[in-house]
């Protein structure tokens, strides 16, 4: 594994001497379904709105810090206050400024693993500890009692609705349980919450709790993940944190452009998302008769996401052959504690779906 050379080892804060390079580990290849990006091409009508207000937009001047116009857009379509809602630059932004205002030396955060790990990496940056309570080994449910015990004595709690990479959701009563049990902040982190059955956000929750931060993201169901836009919503007085330790230009004009077209066309992306929907089922049904030919370990997990995880034998050298022989890319998390022999793989389109499909009966010998 990639390593810091002795010189920035010795010229890095402390606390980061055992951090990495980056190592993007990426092959182009004919089928992405490793990032759980949306594979859908833009409705075409929101693809014509995006390149009209791209094109009228300046470029030579900074962006409105705070993307108003964005927030009113997404307080009118959730029935909050523009006040409650903080934009990013993508979600991944609002975790690290979440683990950088209210984390830090001597905080700890709880989170339930498997889970998405760049929360456990903005934790080890902002010096924050974690807490973990692992999901069940097997169904990777989470484990309420145990979970309702740490979060009275945490002081940031991450749960994901629907879990990356498991794909479940977390039950509305449970996340209020949870912000009642926690002294601190809770944050639902629903970058896929687009995808899931209607009734499982956790946003309605916001009128009766003052410490829930609920996460969204353009990327996943907007279709946006290039653009980098994401937002938290929240009580005004956290929201006034996030607005204070953010770098006041990270949202560019160019995204707040496109971010304010696809919002305002929220109802064109009905028709992919209940696709995306109906093609996770068919996916779950093929992988599902693939596992089963593969006893005992084969199980694909029911997930409410655009992705599935699927344990399969030689799940490793499988992604491999996908990747060099049928130029298909999907994620591999046998190395991830927990994650023995899983495949995490985006539900693509149809026939991003029957291609990979048939690549993996060929590849098991089915
Ligand atoms: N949360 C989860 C669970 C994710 O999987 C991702 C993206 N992979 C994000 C947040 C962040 O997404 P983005 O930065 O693209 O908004």
């Given at each position: 594994m990639?390593?810091?050379?002795?010189?920035?080892?010795?010229?890095?804060?402390?606390?980061?001497?055992?951090?990495?390079?980056?190592?993007?580990?990426?092959?182009?290849?004919?089928?992405?379904?490793?990032?759980?990006?949306?594979?859908?091409?833009?409705?075409?009508?929101?693809?014509?709105?995006?390149?009209?207000?791209?094109?009228?937009?300046?470029?030579?001047?900074?962006?409105?810090?705070?993307?108003?116009?964005?927030?009113?857009?997404?307080?009118?379509?959730?029935?909050?206050?523009?006040?409650?809602?903080?934009?990013?630059?993508?979600?991944?932004?609002?975790?690290?400024?979440?683990?950088?205002?209210?984390?830090?030396?001597?905080?700890?955060?709880?989170?339930?693993?498997?889970?998405?790990?760049?929360?456990?990496?903005?934790?080890?940056?902002?010096?924050?500890?974690?807490?973990?309570?692992?999901?069940?080994?097997?169904?990777?449910?989470?484990?309420?009692?145990?979970?309702?015990?740490?979060?009275?004595?945490?002081?940031?709690?991450?749960?994901?609705?629907?879990?990356?990479?498991?794909?479940?959701?977390?039950?509305?009563?449970?996340a209020r349980a949870v912000c009642q049990a926690c002294p601190g902040l809770v944050m639902i982190d629903e970058a896929y919450g687009e995808f899931a059955d209607a009734g499982a956000s956790c946003a309605a929750l916001?009128?009766?709790?003052?410490?829930?931060?609920?996460?969204?993201?353009?990327?996943?169901?907007?279709?946006?993940?290039?653009?980098?836009?994401?937002?938290?919503?929240?009580?005004?007085?956290?929201?006034?944190?996030?607005?204070a330790v953010r770098q006041i230009y990270s949202v560019n004009v160019l995204t707040q452009a496109v971010a304010l077209a696809a919002v305002r066309a929220r109802d064109a992306f009905a028709p992919v998302i209940e696709q995306v929907r109906s093609e996770r089922a068919r996916l779950f049904a093929g992988l599902q008769e693939l596992a089963a030919a593969c006893t005992p370990e084969g199980t694909v997990w029911a997930g409410q996401g655009n992705f599935l995880l699927v344990r399969l034998p030689q799940a490793s050298r499988v992604r491999q052959r996908l990747r060099d022989e049928h130029s298909i890319l999907v994620r591999d998390f046998s190395y991830a504690p927990g994650l023995a022999d899983c495949l995490r793989i985006t539900v693509g389109t149809p026939e991003e779906n029957d291609r990979l499909l048939a690549a993996l009966r060929a590849e098991l010998g089915q």
């Open positions: 990639a390593e810091l050379s002795d010189r920035m080892k010795r010229l890095i804060q402390p606390h980061l001497a055992g951090i990495e390079p980056y190592d993007p580990n990426f092959t182009p290849t004919e089928v992405n379904l490793s990032a759980n990006e949306n594979t859908y091409e833009l409705p075409a009508g929101v693809r014509a709105a995006v390149d009209e207000a791209l094109a009228a937009t300046p470029l030579n001047r900074y962006p409105d810090p705070l993307s108003d116009e964005l927030r009113d857009e997404l307080a009118a379509w959730h029935g909050v206050s523009r006040e409650m809602i903080c934009v990013g630059n993508g979600g991944d932004e609002l975790l690290y400024n979440f683990l950088l205002a209210f984390g830090g030396a001597g905080r700890t955060l709880l989170t339930c693993p498997p889970d998405f790990s760049e929360y456990a990496f903005f934790a080890s940056l902002a010096q924050t500890s974690v807490e973990r309570i692992w999901r069940d080994e097997h169904t990777f449910e989470l484990k309420r009692d145990e979970l309702l015990a740490a979060a009275a004595r945490a002081d940031l709690v991450i749960l994901t609705s629907p879990n990356n990479p498991t794909g479940d959701v977390v039950p509305p009563a449970l916001l009128e009766e709790c003052d410490n829930l931060v609920v996460l969204h993201t353009l990327s996943k169901a907007f279709g946006a993940a290039g653009i980098r836009c994401g937002y938290v919503m929240a009580a005004p007085d956290v929201i006034e944190v996030f607005g």
